[in-house]
């Protein structure tokens, strides 16, 4: 029953939104397992840019914000006030438990993103980076121009150069564009 349990945890994901955009007065932000969706495809590609292991980079990211299932997504106002990481990584730990067969790998996991080591962990928090700065980049094309601060604190913070070229491109490009080429039937 336990992997059952763990599933269910997993299906929370979809419904914890990322708060930090609703200070920002944006109504329906992206959910926790959205944006993990997001990080896992930029890990990937960033890491096959690098020459590292783009499936344990994918992984990784996978299963970074986990434990918000239970705690929720804490945006940096909550956490002045109490330890996010901490509550993060005891539920992370928490749910971990109910995934026997694989709970070694993602603690594993947990523990390589959280210390920040190695190459893999950078290309990991980079993907996490670059997908809100293309969030910012969307809503500011909507028409939330004070999100630009956040799109160019985002980009300020990647550390590969493969990153830094992703979010070069992004800062030059609208999010629509690549759907004005596209040719449809007649």
Do not use: C
Request: without cysteine; glycine residues 4%; negative net charge.
């Amino acid at each position: 029953m336990d992997l059952a349990y763990f599933l269910s945890e997993i299906n929370q994901l979809e419904k914890v939104p990322r708060t930090g955009w609703l200070h920002m007065g944006i109504d329906d932000p992206p959910s926790v397992a959205e944006h993990s969706y997001q990080v896992a495809v930029l890990a990937y590609l960033i890491a096959k840019m690098e020459g590292e292991d783009p499936q344990k980079a994918a992984s990784i990211a996978l299963f970074h914000d986990l434990g918000e299932a239970r705690i929720f997504d804490m945006h940096w106002i909550a956490q002045k006030y109490f330890d996010t990481d901490e509550a993060e990584e005891e539920a992370f730990r928490d749910i971990a438990e109910r995934a026997e067969p694989i709970e070694e790998d993602i603690n594993d996991y947990f523990d390589e993103y959280e210390e920040r080591d190695s190459e893999i962990a950078k290309i990991v928090k980079d993907a996490d980076h670059l997908t809100y700065a293309m969030t910012s980049k969307e809503y500011i094309s909507q028409g939330y121009e004070k999100l630009e601060v956040y799109f160019d604190r985002s980009m300020e913070l990647l550390k590969t150069d493969s990153a830094k070229k992703l979010g070069e491109q992004l800062r030059d490009m609208e999010p629509r564009e690549p759907y004005r080429d596209v040719e449809t039937k007649d």
